[in-house]
């Protein structure tokens, strides 16, 4: 797992990519192992637990939005044991309702330092205020 939260963060975005194309595995393993999980999505809602977050991703895995997810202005900061990422995503050429569809998010994204790595312990996304 990753050895870094730079690299976590990395890993976390390789993976959202490859949920968009339908694989959920690399996205659910990103995440802490831990039941103390949560997750604020692009949906709507608030989620907590690994079972209901891991289920959530899967869900979106099985939409195959296809396209991809890039980001900018992103900002790492972190101590022995947690760290959080803040950045934005954008979100290219996603089909929703057979539309290709661009979205633009903020993300904040908090990771905890286990015993296998840095893993992630909470994502929250928004509608970016631009």
Same mark, same amino acid.
Request: charged letters at 20%; a negative charge; one cysteine or more.
């Given at each position: ?10 890993? !976390?975005?390789?993976?959202?990519? *490859?949920? !968009? ?11 802490? =192992? ?7 999505? =692009? ?7 690994? *079972? $209901? ?5 899967? @869900?979106?895995?099985?939409? @195959? $939005? ?9 900002? !790492? ?11 934005? *995503? +954008?979100?290219?050429? +996603?089909?929703?309702?057979?539309? =290709?569809?661009?979205?633009? +998010? ?6 905890? @330092? ?8 909470? +994502? ?7």
């Amino acid at each position: 797992m990753s050895n870094s939260l730079a690299e976590a963060h990395q890993d !976390l975005y390789a993976a959202l990519n *490859e949920m !968009l194309a339908g694989d959920s595995g690399p996205v659910c393993d990103v995440w802490s =192992p831990s039941d103390d999980i949560s997750y604020a999505g =692009p949906f709507g809602g608030f989620i907590v637990g690994r *079972e $209901l977050v891991v289920a959530d991703f899967e @869900r979106t895995a099985a939409m @195959r $939005l296809g396209g991809r997810i890039e980001i900018s202005e992103v900002h !790492l900061l972190s101590t022995d044991d947690m760290g959080y990422t803040v950045c934005t *995503e +954008h979100g290219i050429n +996603h089909i929703i309702n057979g539309q =290709p569809v661009n979205l633009t +998010h903020r993300a904040t994204n908090i990771f905890r @330092r286990e015993a296998k790595g840095w893993h992630l312990v909470h +994502h929250h996304t928004d509608a970016s205020s631009a």
